[in-house]
């Protein structure tokens, strides 16, 4: 512990409101497990089949498929028996089918042909996680299984929330009370608290991009540190490793540590740099090693590290001028002369797509709450937000100080959001439907908790923790009318 | 009294009135509550149509305790086909209602039935045009509305739910909502379930607050 300490991590010791609140995130999510059926959370068995197909194939999906099947007879047998579809209707609750599937699974074979399209591509980190519990529970029911698999991307909601506790302490270091706020605000959120009861690689997207907005947080606040170099070079690693769009955090994080290098004193400041060149190569070299190792040793396709976004296919049909107005169409009206694109057409994405996804549209992206009540919730979040620019304006002092730091959050962020627009974009342009939804987001969840305790402050010392306790309790009330939402939807 | 309330403990007693109002006020509310349905979609896409005096049919899970079957049709006059609808099990004619023709183009149909008492799996239910003209009725596997998805693979019938008689509120559903939480679930899942994680919130929430409250005289 003490040499973690010399390192600059902080682990000297995690604060027991941490550990409190991760559990809360645990035990919140945990419930999001049970509550949600099976298969009901986007993309879940295409998760579920990678996994399966590593495991039971003993190789990565990708390259030459086994069969035409891209799910197991197991899992077709259990998606069979759920009485629900993807629409989330055709509830009979029947029991027939679920005990006709639980008179068969034995026998059933666990060996998918290929990997749906949703996982394919993916890098095989989360997989890698979650094949313990998998061979832990090979032999039993695929929905005891899949619990279990549930858990573990809940566990690592614990870890997301512990994370932005950490942020936000960084961030507000005068007052402890916030950095509670914060990580709640976080733990009850709808939309994580639904993916973090779900078998989905973005679970351990938004823990390890969580982390890295710590880190680089600490990293402003307190200097770079060989430790702290060392954790950024193996979160980033092992984020590059899980999901390919953790790239659109690393400019911004870049950045930060370029910043904190700069402000170091002269003698410092060559180490630091020293220190900064060792961590990228320590990042640069192995994930080179893993983009050739994907195709030359586990013969997995080069769409597989791209997504297929550079093939001819994609780059034939886009443009500079179409990237940037189709960002711009995202969040802004469309100006004459701009280029029309079947998302943004007579829907504005920012507000249909990203605010109302925020407030929650669970199942396969089907169902959310009524239109007012996500008028009510924008509502509240424009007042949120309100109070955080008074919160920033109370500490204007420090601001002059820290405009840096806010400057990298605001890059980490846009970098994140440029990314996942630009593939949009290019995904429309080929597909032509949408492709945004506001899970997508959730890596930038830390600047959420971020903004909700900095929201808190504009009560001052008074009134601040009154205020931080009222936004923890709605943010309760919220995801306890989600997880209504959810079981009037499939069981009402 | 009043003086020993901290802002504090003000704010959460708030926020924990404000969330009981509002779940008071959701599980209070009264509505037409499923009993089961056939349907795959949320909007139907197609419309199969009966000709008059014919009649379609379809193998379907007909619930326990339903008195009433909506039916969705379309017609090809002004005024819709008075409608039959009638349950079979085994060849014998376990429940039937109807409506009377007259209806607007594009109806919801409220059929009353004589309560099926038992679940019946699988039984027959018909649909008979008692008309002079074609209707039509919506199916329950190809999706329609601004946001189609895919077909879903199988043979189309009528789209059936099932409904509970009256006008139940949330609260009064809590028990069959408890029985029907154990659908596909793991296997150690029952109606205890749901009534045990409703304990795990609550416990869930005082940690919360008692955090809150712990953490805000820091």
């Known amino acids: 512990m003490s040499r973690l300490r010399r390192l600059g991590l902080g682990a000297r010791r995690v604060p027991r409101a ?49 069969g035409p099947n891209n799910t197991s007879d197991e899992m077709s047998a259990a998606a069979a028996s759920v009485p629900f579809s993807a629409n989330a209707q055709n509830p009979t609750w029947s029991p027939r089918n679920l005990r ?42 695929a929905f005891d299984r899949l619990l279990l698999l549930r858990l573990v991307s809940a566990l690592l909601a614990a870890v997301t929330v512990a994370a932005t506790f950490l942020f936000v302490r960084e961030l ?25 009861g779900g078998v989905n690689n973005d679970n351990l997207l938004y823990a390890l991009g969580a982390v890295l907005a710590y880190l680089v947080a600490r990293i402003m606040r307190r200097g770079l540190t060989p430790g702290l170099a060392a954790a950024l070079a193996l979160v980033s690693l092992a984020g590059m490793l899980t999901k390919t769009s953790f790239a659109g955090l690393l400019g911004g994080a870049a950045f930060g540590v370029v910043v904190a290098i700069a402000r170091m004193p002269a003698p410092a400041r060559r180490r630091a740099a020293l220190v900064a060149g060792v961590a990228a190569v320590a990042f640069v070299v192995p994930f080179g090693a893993w983009l050739v190792a994907n195709q030359e040793v586990f013969g997995r396709a080069a769409s597989t590290t791209t997504g297929g976004f550079v093939s001819s296919a994609t780059t034939d049909v886009t443009t500079l001028r179409g990237h940037l107005s189709y960002i711009w169409q995202v969040f802004l009206p469309r100006l004459p002369g701009m280029q029309t694109f079947i998302p943004t057409s007579g829907a504005y994405p920012l507000w249909d797509t990203f605010i109302q996804g925020f407030v929650g549209r669970f199942g396969w992206w089907h169902f959310g709450f009524p239109l007012w009540v996500n008028q009510l919730a924008l509502g509240i979040y424009v007042a949120v937000v309100g109070l955080a620019g008074a919160g920033l304006y109370r500490a204007r002092a420090a601001l002059r100080r820290r405009w840096a730091e806010l400057l990298t959050f605001a890059l980490i962020a846009a970098g994140y959001v440029i990314l996942v627009e630009v593939a949009a974009y290019r995904y429309q342009a080929v597909h032509l439907q949408a492709f945004e939804q506001a899970r997508y987001l959730l890596p930038l969840l830390p600047f959420y908790g971020g903004l909700v305790a900095v929201a808190a402050t504009a009560g001052g010392r008074r009134w601040g923790p009154a205020l931080g306790a009222f936004l923890v309790v709605l943010a309760m009330t919220h995801s306890l009318f989600a997880m209504l939402l959810v079981i009037g939807r499939y069981y009402a | 009294m009043l003086k020993r309330i901290s802002p504090v403990t003000a704010a959460v007693a ?46 379907e899970y007909v619930p326990g305790g339903a008195d009433r079957v909506r039916i969705y049709a379309s017609a090809f006059a002004p005024r819709g086909q008075p409608v039959a609808v009638t349950v079979h099990r085994g060849g014998e004619q376990v429940s039937a209602g109807r409506v009377p023709g007259g209806y607007p183009n594009n109806s919801i149909l409220l059929v009353p039935l004589r309560p099926v008492t038992r679940r019946l799996d699988p039984a027959r239910v018909c649909v008979r045009n008692l008309g002079s003209r074609r209707a039509r009725f919506a199916g329950n596997r190809t999706s329609g509305g601004p946001n189609p998805s895919p077909r879903v693979h199988g043979e189309e019938a009528i789209r059936f739910d099932w409904l509970l008689p009256g006008r ?26 749901f009534w045990a994680l409703g304990a795990v919130l609550l416990v869930l929430w005082a940690a919360t607050i008692a955090l809150v409250v712990r953490e805000a005289r820091r």
């Not at chain 1, 006709?100 to 699974?105: A, I, L, M, P, S």
Request: hydrophobic share 50%.
């Open chain 1, 18 to 66: 941490c550990l409190a609140c991760a559990a809360i995130a645990f035990v919140n999510a945990g419930v999001w497990a049970v509550i949600t059926p099976p298969f009901q959370v986007p993309d879940e068995i295409a998760h579920v089949t990678y996994l399966q197909y590593m495991v039971e194939w003993g190789e990565l999906p990708g390259g030459t498929p086994h």
């Open chain 1, 100 to 141: 006709e599937y639980r008179r068969v699974q034995p026998r059933l074979d666990r060996r998918p042909g290929s990997v749906p399209p949703a996982a394919v591509n993916n890098p095989p980190l989360y997989y890698v996680v979650q094949a313990l519990p998998y061979l832990a529970t090979r032999d039993v029911d």
């Open chain 1, 172 to 196: 507000l270091p005068g007052r402890p009370w916030a950095w509670t706020v914060g990580a709640l605000a976080v733990a009850f959120q709808p939309m994580f608290g639904f993916m973090s």
């Open chain 2, 14 to 59: 708030l926020g924990l009135l404000l969330a009981i109002f509002a779940l008071v006020a959701v599980l209070a509310q009264r509505g037409t509550r499923l009993a089961a349905t056939n349907t795959l979609v949320d909007i139907s896409g197609v419309a199969l149509p009966v000709a008059p005096g014919q009649q379609r049919c379809s193998r």
């Open chain 2, 168 to 193: 139940p509120a949330w609260a009064d559903l809590a028990p069959k909502i408890a029985t029907r939480f154990a659908a596909a679930k793991p296997t150690f899942v029952g109606a205890w379930t």
